[in-house]
């Protein structure tokens, strides 16, 4: 007679996750939209679509102040995550979301006046969490416009 084995368990699928309120992208833990990696604006443009509640208009306006405080900025989405960077400079910021806030980090963040509280393992990045209602745009465009001058991250 044949020894029993252990069943085994179900595959993880995508089907699992829940949808984003566009209906099509799935949102990972936290509700990070899963959005395949891409260079330009229309990868970005989906993942900022997909953000769940209120994160969504934070990230059009997050986009928005990017867009018109960096003359050429480039954009990418890689890892789930929206990047931002400047040509021959690398790569100076990037977001993800979290069920409570939206965190930016800034590649280069130590290098900034004041410095974002946010801090890792990494010596030079700093972050900036963005909870309801709690946006400061002032803030936000001076460290973009900052961030934006210094040499960045060109690692992919």
Known sequence: M????A???EKWSNKSLPLAADGKT????????QIPKGDGDAPVQRYIGAM?????????RMDELIVNNV?????????????YGVDDMGWFLSFHV?????????????SLEPVPTGSGKDPDSRWYDIYEGKFDEELFV??????AAIPGWDGF
């Open 2 to 5: 044949p020894a029993k084995t």
């Open 7 to 9: 069943k085994r368990p």
């Open 26 to 33: 799935r949102l990972l833990s936290g509700g990070n939209p």
């Open 52 to 60: 769940p509640e209120w994160k969504s208009d934070v990230g059009r």
């Open 71 to 83: 003359p050429g900025v480039r954009k990418a989405v890689r890892w789930n995550s929206p990047w």
């Open 98 to 110: 979290f069920t409570r806030y939206i965190k930016v980090t800034f590649l280069q963040g130590a």
């Open 142 to 147: 001076d460290w973009v416009k900052q961030a």
